[in-house]
């Protein structure tokens, strides 16, 4: 198979869906009004292009061109053996200042367009680029869990499990002992055979709990038997992270919004997570997940991806998971995105709470002058945490 590329133009596509007024999305960090999505597309010399996503840019699409216009000059008309080499070559060349954050995940979205244009050239998934699908379908959970009532959660979680998913995750409330009321009373609601994780979202995004204030909530889902208990500390508190993994036997799992392979390197040898999250469209991209995934396996900690984007960004996190052997379950965003759907090829085959690997050349995309005019970028939404 023929992988080398060389780049002839690169350009961001901010795309959103603004929800139609009483369809807002409401959560206790806030109402999100609008979907944004920063993608990346790359056309290589012989008129091939692919898309790529930054995962921040649900929250930051804003600050996503500016980022792309200066990685261009170190990609255009440069050749490249494989769609791999792509974040690597950027990492190196720019390490004064693209060192994690946003910068990885623009790196990552080069990488990923890519891989996508790739793989439509020569008319394979992206999976087989990367080594090849191990499996031909992958467990998904339920990822949702928003609502700013325990009624709300109740109806969600009902609604996941009539759809066929085995495993539904909600999300913390503000404070500990709100969290501890809401374990309480949705998870002996929920059917036998039904696991439950709780994210705590930073314990909880923006004034995180003290270390002994997620002990005491960890304790109450390790009671319950949760499948994990997600980022029960700041993204970067890795000894916080250290000491509520030691006070607990349930499975502690972060960091999704890590940006680099050394963040995760650093988490899990201070023994912080039991489960890695990383996500190719904030990680820096599908070669940087094999290392995150790699890394797991070796130190004996399972490896699930965060997934909480476009349509690009589930496919691209789609086909590494399927292409890596220590990846068995992956998250599925329940949240209604049309920037998802739409920008699929052919429709997620999701069947009794497994994905189908798709079968469509590269990724499996399709962006053009229709979808760039039905979803215009709106700068005054996205994820905002209040």
Known sequence: MKTNLTIRSIRPVLLSYSYPAGEELAWVGGIIRSWDAALVEVTLSDGTFGYGEAGAGIMAAVAVPGIVQAY??????????????VGDHLRSYTAFWSRGGICSGVAGAIEIAVLDAVGKRESVPAYE???????TKIEAYASGGLGTSFEQIDVWASTQIEAGFHTVKFRA?????????LIEHVVPRLPRGISFALDAVQASASHPWSVSDAIRVGRVAQRYDARWYEEPCFATD?????????????????????GTFE????????????????????????????????????????????????GVTFSANLHSALAHPHVELFEYCTLPNPLREELLVDRIGLNDGYIDAPTAPGLGIHVDSDVESRFPFQPTGGHVIR
């Not at 409330?173 to 009321?181: F, K, V, W």
């Open 72 to 85: 261009a000059p170190y990609l255009l008309s440069a050749d490249f053996a494989h769609p791999l080499d």
């Open 129 to 135: 680029l990367l080594g090849g699908a191990r499996r």
């Open 173 to 181: 409330m503000n404070d500990p002992d709100t969290t501890i009321q």
């Open 263 to 310: 963040e995760f390197e650093r988490l899990i040898a201070a023994g912080g997570i039991g489960l890695a999250q990383p996500d190719v469209t904030f990680v820096g991209g599908p070669k940087n997940f094999q290392r995150v995934a790699d890394l797991a396996a070796t130190n004996s900690v399972k490896c699930v991806p965060h997934v909480w984007g476009s």
């Open 238 to 258: 890795t000894k916080g992270y250290a000491q509520v993994r030691a006070a607990l036997s349930v499975t502690v799992s972060g960091v999704e919004s890590n």
